[in-house]
C-alpha cells in the first residue's frame, strides 16, 4: 500500500468512526436506546439493529456522495442543491427538524446522566439532573475546547469500557441469552412491528446528513462515501449486536421494563459488578456530559450568531471570549434540556425520538427516494 492510498483509507476510515461516535452517546451507552427499541424482540433483537445501520447506511453514503460530487460541504448549502426548486420549502423544514434535535440530543444527555447518578447513588433524579445541568453549563462556557481535544480519546476509552463490561457479562450469561433467543416474542410482537421499530430507529437517525456531510470534503473522489458508510455499517452493527446480546441475558427478568439505564440493571445481575458498576456508571455519564456539551456550545454558537448579525466590529471584538450573551443563551439551553429531561430518559428515547423519525419521514425520507429514482442514484445528467 503506497503512501497515498493509506492516506485515503485513513480518511475513509475516520469518517466512518465520525459515524459510530455521532451515534452513541449516553443514550447507547446506558442501554435505554437499544432497549427501548428491540429489547422485547428475543431473537429479533439480534437481526433488527443490523437492518437499521444498512437503512443509514444507504443514506447516509447517498448523502456524502451527492455532497462530494457537488462540492457542497456545510448542510444549508447542501440541501439547497439536493432539494434543487424545491429548498425554500425543505431546506427550511429541514432546519427546523435539525434545530428540534439540538435540544432534543442534550435533553436526553441530561436524563441519561441524571438517570445513572440517580441510580448508582440513590438521590432524587430532579437534583441528579441539576448536578449533570449545572456541570454541563460550566464547561459548555469554559471547556468546549478542552472536550473537542478529548473526544477521539474519550470515545475509544468508552467503547474500551462497553467491550470490558459487556464481553465477560455475555459470557457468563450465555445460557440466559440463549433462554431469550429460545423464548417466544411478548404477546403482540410480530416480524412487521419489529421492522417498524428498526425503521423508526434507523428514520431518526437521518438528521445526522447534517453532521457528516462536511467530511465528504476530504474524500478523493465520491464513491469513497460507500468504502465509508460500508465500514461504518460494520462498526455500527457490531457494537449494536454486543449491547443486545448483553441485554438478553437480563430480558427476562421481570424488573427490567421498570429500569432507566439497562446497562447497569445487567450488570448489577451480572459477574463483576462491584467494581463494573462504577467503572461503566462514570462511562455512561462522561458519555452523556460530552454529548450535551457539544450539543449545547453548537447550539450557542448558532444563536448568538444570529443574535449579533450585523454587530461584526463587536463579534470581532468578543471572539474567543466569554460574555453575558453567551452566558445567557448557554443558561437557557440548559434549563431547556432540563425541563425536557424530567420526561425521563425512556419516554425521551422512545417517544421523542419516535417523534423525530415521523418528522423526518416527508423532508428527508421521502424525497430522498424520490431523488434516487428520478436521477438513476445521481448519475442522471441535469
Same mark, same amino acid.
Given at each position: 500500500?503506497?503512501?497515498?492510498?493509506?492516506?485515503?483509507?485513513?480518511?475513509?476510515?475516520?469518517?466512518?468512526?465520525?459515524?459510530?461516535?455521532t451515534?452513541?452517546?449516553?443514550?447507547?451507552?446506558?442501554?435505554?436506546?437499544?432497549?427501548?427499541?428491540?429489547?422485547?424482540?428475543?431473537?429479533?433483537?439480534?437481526?433488527?439493529?443490523?437492518?437499521?445501520?444498512?437503512?443509514?447506511?444507504?443514506?447516509f453514503s447517498?448523502?456524502l456522495? +451527492?455532497?462530494?460530487?457537488?462540492g457542497?460541504?456545510?448542510?444549508?448549502?447542501?440541501n439547497?442543491?439536493?432539494?434543487?426548486?424545491?429548498?425554500?420549502?425543505?431546506?427550511?423544514?429541514? %432546519?427546523?427538524i435539525?434545530?428540534?434535535?439540538?435540544?432534543?440530543?442534550?435533553a *436526553?444527555?441530561?436524563?441519561?446522566?441524571?438517570?445513572t447518578?440517580? %441510580?448508582?447513588?440513590?438521590?432524587?433524579?430532579?437534583?441528579?439532573?441539576?448536578?449533570?445541568?449545572?456541570?454541563?453549563?460550566?464547561?459548555?462556557?469554559?471547556g468546549?475546547?478542552?472536550?473537542?481535544? *478529548?473526544?477521539?480519546?474519550?470515545?475509544v476509552?468508552?467503547?474500551?469500557?462497553?467491550?470490558l463490561?459487556? &464481553?465477560?457479562n455475555?459470557?457468563?450469561?450465555?445460557?440466559?441469552?440463549?433462554?431469550?433467543?429460545?423464548?417466544?416474542p411478548?404477546?403482540?410482537?410480530?416480524? =412487521?412491528?419489529?421492522?417498524y421499530?428498526?425503521?423508526?430507529y434507523?428514520?431518526?437517525?437521518?438528521?445526522?446528513? /447534517?453532521?457528516?456531510?462536511?467530511?465528504?470534503?476530504?474524500?478523493? $473522489?465520491?464513491?469513497?462515501?460507500?468504502?465509508?458508510?460500508?465500514?461504518?455499517?460494520v462498526?455500527?452493527?457490531?457494537?449494536?449486536?454486543?449491547?443486545s446480546?448483553?441485554?438478553?441475558?437480563?430480558?427476562?427478568?421481570p424488573e427490567?421494563?421498570q429500569?432507566?439505564?439497562?446497562?447497569?440493571?445487567?450488570?448489577?445481575?451480572?459477574?463483576?459488578?462491584?467494581?463494573?458498576t462504577p467503572?461503566?456508571?462514570?462511562?455512561?455519564?462522561?458519555?452523556?456530559?460530552?454529548?450535551?456539551?457539544?450539543?449545547? /456550545?453548537?447550539?450557542?454558537?448558532? *444563536?448568538?450568531?444570529?443574535? $449579533?448579525?450585523?454587530?461584526?466590529? %463587536?463579534?470581532? %471584538?468578543?471572539?474567543?471570549?466569554?460574555? =453575558?450573551?453567551?452566558?445567557?443563551?448557554?443558561?437557557?439551553c440548559?434549563?431547556?434540556?432540563?425541563?425536557?429531561?424530567?420526561?425521563?430518559?425512556?419516554?425521551?428515547?422512545?417517544?421523542?425520538?419516535?417523534?423525530?423519525?415521523?418528522?423526518?419521514?416527508?423532508?428527508? &425520507?421521502?424525497?430522498y427516494l424520490?431523488?434516487?429514482?428520478?436521477?438513476? +442514484?445521481d448519475?442522471?445528467?441535469?
Amino acid at each position: 500500500m503506497n503512501k497515498k492510498t493509506g492516506n485515503r483509507m485513513t480518511v475513509v476510515m475516520g469518517v466512518a468512526f465520525v459515524w459510530f461516535t455521532t451515534h452513541f452517546g449516553g443514550g447507547f451507552a446506558s442501554g435505554a436506546q437499544l432497549y427501548s427499541y428491540f429489547g422485547r424482540f428475543g431473537v429479533l433483537a439480534l437481526l433488527m439493529p443490523v437492518l437499521a445501520m444498512l437503512y443509514n447506511a444507504v443514506f447516509f453514503s447517498y448523502a456524502l456522495h +451527492f455532497a462530494k460530487k457537488h462540492g457542497v460541504y456545510d448542510y444549508r448549502s447542501y440541501n439547497n442543491a439536493f432539494y434543487g426548486k424545491y429548498a425554500p420549502v425543505f431546506s427550511n423544514l429541514f %432546519e427546523i427538524i435539525y434545530l428540534v434535535t439540538m435540544c432534543l440530543a442534550p435533553a *436526553v444527555a441530561f436524563a441519561t446522566g441524571g438517570a445513572t447518578l440517580s %441510580e448508582v447513588t440513590g438521590i432524587p433524579y430532579m437534583i441528579c439532573t441539576i448536578i449533570i445541568g449545572v456541570f454541563i453549563f460550566i464547561i459548555a462556557i469554559y471547556g468546549t475546547g478542552l472536550v473537542r481535544k *478529548v473526544s477521539s480519546v474519550l470515545s475509544v476509552v468508552i467503547i474500551a469500557g462497553l467491550l470490558l463490561v459487556y &464481553l465477560p457479562n455475555i459470557a457468563v450469561g450465555s445460557g440466559k441469552i440463549a433462554e431469550a433467543l429460545k423464548a417466544s416474542p411478548m404477546d403482540g410482537i410480530t416480524l =412487521r412491528s419489529a421492522l417498524y421499530s428498526a425503521f423508526l430507529y434507523g428514520s431518526f437517525q437521518l438528521i445526522n446528513i /447534517a453532521v457528516f456531510i462536511q467530511h465528504a470534503e476530504s474524500f478523493e $473522489e465520491p464513491k469513497d462515501a460507500k468504502k465509508s458508510m460500508g465500514i461504518g455499517f460494520v462498526i455500527n452493527s457490531l457494537m449494536m449486536v454486543m449491547v443486545s446480546l448483553g441485554l438478553l441475558s437480563v430480558s427476562q427478568n421481570p424488573e427490567i421494563g421498570q429500569q432507566s439505564v439497562p446497562t447497569l440493571f445487567m450488570v448489577k445481575n451480572g459477574v463483576g459488578a462491584s467494581f463494573m458498576t462504577p467503572i461503566i456508571s462514570v462511562l455512561i455519564i462522561l458519555g452523556a456530559v460530552t454529548t450535551a456539551v457539544n450539543m449545547v /456550545a453548537a447550539m450557542v454558537k448558532r *444563536v448568538t450568531a444570529a443574535i $449579533e448579525r450585523g454587530r461584526e466590529k %463587536e463579534k470581532k %471584538e468578543c471572539s474567543g471570549k466569554l460574555n =453575558r450573551t453567551t452566558i445567557l443563551v448557554a443558561l437557557i439551553c440548559c434549563l431547556v434540556d432540563f425541563g425536557i429531561a424530567q420526561f425521563g430518559l425512556l419516554t425521551l428515547v422512545k417517544k421523542a425520538y419516535s417523534m423525530l423519525a415521523y418528522l423526518e419521514i416527508p423532508v428527508i &425520507l421521502i424525497p430522498y427516494l424520490i431523488h434516487m429514482v428520478f436521477t438513476r +442514484f445521481d448519475t442522471k445528467k441535469r
